[in-house]
């Protein structure tokens, strides 16, 4: 009894906080029907099937993916700690067992493409192995016109390049591979457009 009070004093926190952010009109018309409130409050005691009043009534889908890899494999980025024993496998694969490095980054980016596929399989997939910043952005744009409204997800696996910086850029390489470009995420943020979903698999 206890614990429906509370929740019941909590409400009001729920529904300022979704018309800040501007999700109010999704339930508006939840917030000031008493049934849906008292059927709420059935499920809380009884354990039904009630469904959240916060949930988006219609489901977004992320139909472009784009799985970027900067590995450069078998050299080191120059802030790289040196111990030993250390964590070397990328998706479970040894990046060095293959016969070349181009092929084991090859591999490493068809295994990271499995594995979201077991996710989301109808989703499209590109990769791009070790970029230079302007093939990155234009992968971004051709995504995000692809897409259109609906979701771009961007996966960056960074591991063989220097930490982000404190100004919240990562890093790419230059067509030559010799020499490291900083990326802005806020620039890459704003080529993707939204929605988007970012994850940054960085050391």
């Known amino acids: 009894e206890q614990s429906l009070k509370d929740l019941d004093a909590l409400r009001p926190v729920f529904r300022g906080a979704r018309q800040a952010w501007g999700l ?59 111990a030993s024993p250390r964590a070397r496998r990328e998706c479970w694969l040894e990046p060095f067992a293959g016969p070349s490095r181009q092929k084991a980054l090859e ?51 960074g591991h063989g390049v220097p930490r982000p910086t404190a100004n919240g850029e990562v890093w790419v390489f230059n067509k030559n591979y010799t020499q490291y470009i900083p990326l802005s995420v806020y620039e890459l943020r704003a080529v993707v457009g939204a929605p988007a979903v970012f994850v940054l698999d960085c050391s």
């Not at 996710?119 to 093939?135: G, I, K, V």
Request: charged share 30%; hydrophobic share 40%.
């Open 24 to 82: 109010g009109g999704v339930d508006a018309a939840e917030d000031t029907d008493d049934d849906a409130d008292a059927a709420e409050r059935e499920g809380w005691a009884g354990g039904g099937d009630v469904e959240p009043t916060w949930r988006l009534r219609e489901r977004m889908k992320t139909v472009s993916v784009a799985l970027v890899l900067c590995l450069n494999i078998g050299t080191d980025p120059p802030d790289a700690v040196a």
């Open 107 to 157: 591999t490493i980016g068809a295994a990271l493409q499995a594995q979201y596929e077991r996710w989301q399989s109808r989703a499209r997939y590109r990769q791009l192995l070790d970029p230079t910043a302007d093939e990155l952005r234009r992968l971004c744009a051709a995504l995000r016109r692809s897409a259109r409204g609906d979701r771009v997800l961007v996966h960056l696996n």
